[in-house]
């Protein structure tokens, strides 16, 4: 049984700084693809960042520069390190495992930046 769970999530004032943390089980962490993404209310999900399983990321044009996808399979955890946080930032971010043609999702959590 695969299980993602996050962790990290707070309020935080714009411009600072969180990191988010997605711990899983239950799957072969080093071959699978991670991904964090976001929902925002009233927005459908969108990708933040991924990582594949050889360390190659991508960044949604709205976070480049500013949050950074790492991982670390001996933890099986992947990370979301985010700077210069905006208002707009504010959503469920949640994590998402690819392995072969399933996804896995976290439950989420909830970041929160105020103005």
């Known amino acids: 049984q695969v299980q993602l769970v996050e962790s990290g999530g707070v309020l935080v004032q714009a411009g600072g700084s969180l990191r988010l943390s997605c711990t899983a089980s239950g799957i072969i962490f080093r071959v699978v693809r991670m991904g964090w993404y976001r929902q925002a209310p009233g927005k459908q999900r969108e990708l933040v960042a991924r990582?594949?399983?050889?360390?190659?990321?991508n960044y949604a044009d709205s976070v480049k520069g500013r949050f950074t996808i790492s991982r670390d399979n001996a933890k099986n955890t992947v990370y979301l390190q985010m700077n210069s946080l905006k208002p707009e930032d504010t959503a469920v971010y949640s994590c998402?495992?690819?392995?072969?043609?399933?996804?896995?999702w976290g439950q989420g959590t909830q970041v929160t930046v105020t103005s």
């Open positions: 998402a495992a690819d392995a072969d043609i399933d996804r896995y």
């Open positions: 990582i594949t399983s050889g360390g190659s990321t």
